[in-house]
């Protein structure tokens, strides 16, 4: 099982990502997928999660404002975040993530050690 996060790279504080999780049909069928964020010295941040049917979606404290807005196409598999007006605080390492008690438990989308299967991390430097 395996997830593949994608699309970091640097940009200036204000400018936008577009980060992409790509995962077997298996993985991402019936589970909730979040995205969490890693920056250096820290724990493993929430950031955003969605429900399989992409009906439902969920924001960490960090990102109100709704900045970030994720999105999913089941058709191929993919979750995507778009992140705007960026700042040098969201730098970090982000990990897209399949949850499969999410289903069934809409708080488990918050819980670091509800996900299944993780991806590789994908870096996003902020600059000032």
């Known amino acids: 099982v395996q997830l593949q996060a994608s699309g970091g790279g640097s940009v200036q504080a204000g400018g936008s990502l577009r980060l992409s999780c790509a995962a077997s049909?298996?993985?991402?069928?019936?589970?909730?997928v979040g995205w969490f964020r890693q920056a250096p010295g820290k724990g493993r941040e929430f950031v955003t999660g969605i429900s399989w049917s992409g009906g439902s979606t969920y924001y960490g404290s960090s990102v109100k404002g709704r900045r970030f807005t994720i999105s999913r196409d089941n058709a191929k598999n993919t979750v995507d975040l778009q992140m705007n007006s960026l700042k040098p605080e969201d730098t970090a390492v982000y990990y897209c993530?399949?949850?499969?008690?999410?289903?069934?438990?809409?708080?488990?989308?918050?819980?670091?050690?509800?996900?299944?299967?993780w991806g590789q991390g994908t870096l996003v430097t902020v600059s000032s």
């Open positions: 049909r298996r993985t991402f069928t019936n589970n909730g």
């Open positions: 993530a399949a949850c499969s008690p999410c289903t069934y438990n809409s708080g488990s989308y918050y819980v670091l050690s509800e996900y299944d299967y």
